[in-house]
Nanobody
Framework: LQLVESGGDSVQAGGSLRLSCAAS????????MGWFRQAPGKEREEIAG???????TYADSVKGRFTLSQDNEKNTLYLQMNALKPEDTAMYYC???????????????????????RGQGTQVTVSS
């Protein structure tokens, strides 16, 4: 399974970007799939993801600004980012973990930052 992110760019504060993450294989759904980011010198930070029941969770730092969505037919996950701030600058990674899933059902998800499949990342830079 490969995850390929796209959509990262350099924007000014207040701008918007839409990140995409395409999975190379059929994943049934986007349970236990999401985004985390990492800025230089900082730890990984969970941003948004689908839990094992398909419910969406957001980090407090992005609530109301970022929106997670999916396209099951395309095995693609999206992250719409609005009202971007300089502190959003980071490498953004898509991640997926199906170790606790059987078919379309997942009974648990590990911490998003520890998912066993992740992409190469896409850089988001927000200037003030």
């Amino acid at each position: 399974l490969q995850l390929v992110e796209s959509g990262g760019d350099s924007v000014q504060a207040g701008g918007s970007l839409r990140l995409s993450c395409a999975a190379s294989e059929y994943t049934y759904n986007q349970h236990c799939m999401g985004w985390f980011r990492q800025a230089p010198g900082k730890e990984r930070e969970e941003i948004a993801g689908f839990d094992n029941e398909g419910q969406i969770t957001y980090a407090d730092s992005v609530k109301g600004r970022f929106t997670l969505s999916q396209d099951n037919e395309k095995n693609t996950l999206y992250l719409q980012m609005n009202a971007l701030k300089p502190e959003d600058t980071a490498m953004y990674y898509c991640a997926l973990d199906r170790r606790y899933c059987i078919g379309a059902s997942c009974y648990s998800c590990p911490p998003l930052t520890e998912y066993n499949n992740r992409g190469q990342g896409t850089q988001v830079t927000v200037s003030s």
